[in-house]
């Protein structure tokens, strides 16, 4: 068992749980294929689990360090992104509907996702490493979104909170009384949620 499963605060843990997205951050494995980076990369992105019958040995030395997740909401709150290759139709999706939430920088379907990629590094993490969070009304906030409800992740979904946990999430709960919710989904991507982008999501099942 390796320590590949990411959640949706960005921590990467030893689980038995499988996932139906992969991804990853660059080389950030030693040789005996332990974690000991964060990340390398400033393109954190999230990966189909087979693609063009390709195979790879999982923390192989040197090679990139295959991680996984819940589903794509998960990864989205983890901070990353479609791939460009596997995923060629939701990373074209993803980033003209970024462009369309995000118009104050001025991007277009010319810029180069790196640009995209340096901001979403800027709200996914401080320079110390932590997660960045930040209050919300919930009345803006669009499906697929995490929310952190004491020390719980929680998606946000057809007006429920489910709590994330590695195999799934556990039954709906009600809503908190306040009016604002502590969000886990980095600021751009939940304006990307509310352009139209529709992350896929697991509410009320386990995987398996």
């Known amino acids: 068992m390796f320590q590949n499963r990411v959640t949706p605060t960005g921590e990467i843990i030893k689980t038995a749980a499988r996932g139906t997205f992969m991804g990853n951050r660059g080389v950030i494995h030693n040789d005996k294929g332990e974690i000991k980076h964060r990340y390398k990369l400033n393109a954190w992105i999230t ?3 087979q693609f063009k019958g390709r195979h790879f040995k999982i923390m192989a030395p040197k090679r990139f360090t295959a991680l996984f997740f819940l589903d794509e909401a998960t990864a989205f709150a983890a901070g990353h992104r479609p791939c460009n290759e596997c995923r060629r139709e939701d990373f074209q999706k993803f980033k003209s509907y970024w462009i369309a939430g995000n118009p104050e920088y001025g991007f277009t379907m010319k810029t180069k996702i790196a640009a995209i990629d340096t901001i979403l590094h800027r709200e996914r993490i401080t320079s ?3 997660k960045i969070t930040y209050e919300m009304k919930y009345s803006e906030i669009p499906d697929g979104t995490f929310v952190l409800i004491g020390s719980k992740a929680c998606l946000l979904f057809q007006s429920h909170l489910y709590e994330w946990t590695p195999f799934g999430y556990n039954a709906a709960m ?8 502590t ?3 980095p600021k751009s991507v939940v304006r990307t949620f ?15």
């Not at 009600?174 to 919710?181: D, F, H, I, Q």
């Not at 352009?195 to 995987?207: M, N």
């Open 47 to 49: 990966c189909l689990l």
């Open 128 to 130: 110390q490493g932590d």
């Open 174 to 181: 009600a809503l908190p009384a306040s009016p604002y919710l």
């Open 183 to 185: 969000v886990l989904t």
């Open 194 to 208: 509310r352009a139209g982008y529709i992350p896929s999501v697991e509410p009320g099942k386990r995987i398996d």
